[in-house]
């Protein structure tokens, strides 16, 4: 068998010059503008709403718990003859039809059942107040 030549000094210098020529020009490239994401504002847990109302009319925890607490259950018994809560919006429950839809994997054909659902239909002020209107 042969015994390989060692690579000559040429070589490793334009190795090195090359490697060197890579890592300085991702350096002297210009820096990219990055676009800062707005952190989006989270929705208030129920803690933090607890926390704010029991705050603002210096009431204990426990009774803002207990209130919206009732106030759930409250809808939730209300919900067939509709529930209001003012300056907000109202529980309904809306009437769907019978109606023939296509099966996404298969593009089958298949008919959807007449159904009720339950839907929270917000107030004009509401949504003028939340700059949708």
Known sequence: MAAKAPKSKATKTTAKATATSKTTSKKEMPAQKTTAKKAAAKPM??????????????????????????????????????????????LVIRQYKAREGRNPRTGEKIEIKARERLKFVVSAAAMKAAGLE
């Open 45 to 90: 847990t129920k803690t933090e709403l607890i926390n704010h109302f029991a705050e603002k009319f210096s009431l204990p925890k426990q009774k803002v718990r207990d209130f919206f607490d009732e106030q759930a259950r409250l809808a939730v018994a209300q919900a067939r003859v509709g529930f209001t809560i003012p300056g907000l919006g109202k």
